[in-house]
């Protein structure tokens, strides 16, 4: 039983990583639903991390190849990113005994307002785009709002599919499902 789920769960992200090479307007992708579900849905808190933190990194490398030039793939921003992309999963954990409407939205858009916040301070750190200073920070965080739609967007889609899919797969193959927690005495 938890085999069966947990290979649905690994099918369910790299499909969604996979998703990655399909064209696609900038941000508008899976990666913050990815580690959201992950960390919501796996049992055991190692292949929360690990299953999607890996999907991420063979979609990177595959963006790389496909592109000719690996270093779109793999960045110096990739410390950032899969930080962030850690700490949704640790906000995923959350989500293990909350898995309805309302908690997962919240989660979502708190998931995509980190991974705005962080990557884009990455991107004023770590880049030469932007002065060190508090006006060059705050320019680089004016200039990402346009995308934040698309962050927005593609979160929002994504946690709908995943979330949205695998109760529908619950439903109709009871054997997915997790059995309840044990309360303790």
């Given amino acids: 039983m938890y085999r069966l789920r947990f290979l649905v769960l690994v099918g369910m992200i790299l499909a969604a990583a996979a998703s990655r090479l399909i064209p696609h307007p900038p941000n508008l992708a899976p990666i ?5 579900f992950g960390g919501a849905c796996f049992a055991h808190r190692r292949a929360a991390l690990v299953v999607p933190l890996a999907a991420m990194f063979l979609s990177d490398l595959a963006i790389g190849v496909l592109s000719g030039n690996l270093s779109l793939g793999l960045h110096r921003l990739i410390p950032v990113v899969y930080g962030s992309f850690a700490l949704i999963v640790c906000l995923g954990f959350w989500l293990r005994t909350r898995r309805t409407l309302v908690p997962i939205a919240g989660a979502m858009l708190t998931s995509s307002v980190l991974f705005f916040v ?68």
Avoid: M
Avoid at 32 to 36: Q, V
Avoid at 138 to 152: E, G, K, Q, R, S
């Fill in 32 to 36: 913050g639903a990815i580690a959201l």
């Fill in 118 to 185: 962080l990557t884009n301070f990455g991107v004023w750190a770590l880049g030469a785009w932007y002065p060190k200073t508090w006006g060059g920070l705050v320019a680089c965080y004016v200039a990402a709002i346009p995308f934040f739609h698309n962050t927005l967007l593609g979160d929002a889609v994504y946690t709908t599919i995943l979330f949205g899919g695998l109760a529908l797969a619950e439903r109709g193959f009871p054997a997915l499902r997790t059995p309840a927690p044990v309360a303790s005495r």
